[in-house]
């Protein structure tokens, strides 16, 4: 280390020039789509790097509602909250600035609200673009970019991914999940030690509903029960449900151990493509809503083989589940967060963060960069080789892959035994346009 | 205090009388009907207190599968276990020696049954009973001391509370409640904030299905989200449903607040004593198997207003959530197992330690003593003062009641991102006796 002696006298700071200071441009931060328990915490990256960073970014705005609030020119001024309550969001779930189910159709179809989008970002002198989502978010971000390009527009739009689905490509893993596949394993691990101990004279077979549209990684965390010594079946979406197996499988797993424990994705479907349970109605992105295959699943075992069940649908619980979240999850959030802000002022524009795992034990990976054009509505499945041969549960190779990402506790504070949120004051920009009426 | 100069000489220790030695009994330990987060730390507590008192109390034998295990000579030697995992039995949900729904007939019905129990109590030197259950254990735990007394068998009775549903007389709470009350006002809380943040374009109510036959007290749980800003209907099983009056503060709470959630009891029923949904199955003590509320409750909302909704039913999730255990409950678990030991070892019999509340806020209590012939089925409902005029809250005094018993986090230890939890050796003791056919 340089002594005292021989360090060189610190450079007094320049005074900037009004040109550079003229060209310093705002950053806008919208969340997209279905919220977690850790997106927080990747806004919570952004806002803190963007903060350190003033000579390039100015202020952080954030969309009211995700990206309707950039239609609507509804902008949350982030420079109003305390550096107390922007920490306070990594142990916050749910969206702070508030999160939309909406999709920007295509530029063809509607290149009006993607120049609206355009025209509130010169506005408000908004040059970083960070758009928090999944797959259809990606896609939004992707498309922003080449607009602003076709446009002329010096816009630099960086997707941060998010998705409890964990179906984002090239990236490993995805913040959100780690900690939904925590919540999953620790619950169903609990709930079946519960019904292990009354399987005797009480219920035999235990149905736990978990997310997982097309993709069923959460439902795979079920599998860590094995190790537990827990007998498991898992229904995956990516494994047309065969009955007669099915039940075949959980009646030799109730003689064998007294009881065992369903775990049914949501996305969980017969041969023609129908789910076990679909409430009919549909979302703002046209897929079907759905819930209820575990009364489904409970009450087929009940008919065919006369097993006392009891069933579960953890539904919002599992993605809001903060106080159970993993470490490496929270973390990986904030990560991302902060890489967005790095790539943003490294010059990068059009791409995503992305994790890049170097081995499994001693979990090891770095941060990567994906070409958002690459990422844009692609999901990724569970690899064959993640799901045993018979299709209900999961590989050692799998197992190997969701240990880390649920490693680890990352508790939030406490206050009369209930957790301490952060409710923002989310103070509005002032207005500088005329409205605009979404569809 | 003493100086070493005053102290008089400890007496030496008398070499025990061989009529002594022959006079110590061992002691009987019984997990009833459905388990909690922590009913093993009320075990740990008998378990671990039993044997300090080595010189009045032989051996803890434990009945495999609850009651069936004395019925069966099914006997488990807790003395084969380290005192590290008895240890652990505080931080492990589930019962841990297994757990039966099973109810005795009454004497008359039955006297065969209760006479089986005290000759294998008889056997095997058994002078202590120690039963951890809820009301019906009660009920059962209390006709055993009446017999042993008529049978002239010198057996001490003492009950054990335990119950998620709170609803026994007398005592302030009962173990279990606590923390099935904190897992459920956590769980909505984060559920809560989520549907807030996408209430815009999403969902609007979020429907969470609790457990609680006959007594609201877990729903009650819920109203506490109020004083976090969360608007919250309760639906509770002490209060008829009215569907009228339940769709107008739905209507109105979501269009004040754009959300709001319902908590709803499975106990929750129409005039006419139906329940909102029934599963038709029976269990072992002829209740109704309920589940299901949740989905009618949110159909029912779907079809009146047309608001978008989520639901979710936590079934056994709740009551195994031991990773977010109350600290005052597993505490006062632990202490009440810990009291029946010492009651048994001040030579009472047929009754239960109980929690007597001196102040809510600071939470001050004391542990006192109730004759079992006053706790044997008797149900303790919410007092109508606990819940708001309109029938849809809790008020001051109930948040006040509530508050101390969900507040402090015990969290269990973890390893590679679950939480350990121990698994007994539970070695049987050799049997005496003929067998014995249970009905």
Redesign the interface.
Known sequence: MATKATKKPAAKPATKPASKAAKKMNAFYA?SG??T?VINASACGVIETARKHKDKIGKVFAGR?GI?GALTEDLIDTSKESASNIAALRQ???????????KLKSLEANKLEYERLIEVFKAHNIGYFFYNGGGDSADTCYKISQLSKAMNYPLQAIHVPKTIDNDLPITDCCPGFGSVA?YV???A???S??????S????KV?V?EVMGRHAGWIAAAGG?LED??VPVVILFPEIVFDQKKFLARVDQLVKKHGYCTVIVSEGCHHADGTFLAEQG?K??FGHA?L??A??VVANMI?EALGY?F????????Q??????A?KTDVHQAYELGQKAVELALAGKNAVMPTIDRISDAPYKYKIGVAELSKVANVEKFMPRNFITKDGFGITAKCKAYL?P?????D?PK?K????V?V?LNNVSVPKKLKKFAIK
């Open positions: 969340q279905g919220v328990s509602n309707i916050t779930p749910s969206g702070a600035f508030g999160s939309c189910r909406y925590k394993a620790v619950s691990l609990e709930a030690i519960d019904v292990k101990s009354m005797l004279t009480s219920t235990f736990m860590l537990h010594g109605s979302d703002a809503q819930g209820g575990a009364p009940k006392k009891h069933w579960a649908v953890a539904d919002y619980l993605r809001a589940a903060r106080h159970i993993s240990t990402l649920i490693a680890g506790e508790y406490y009369n035994g209930l957790p949120y409710t």
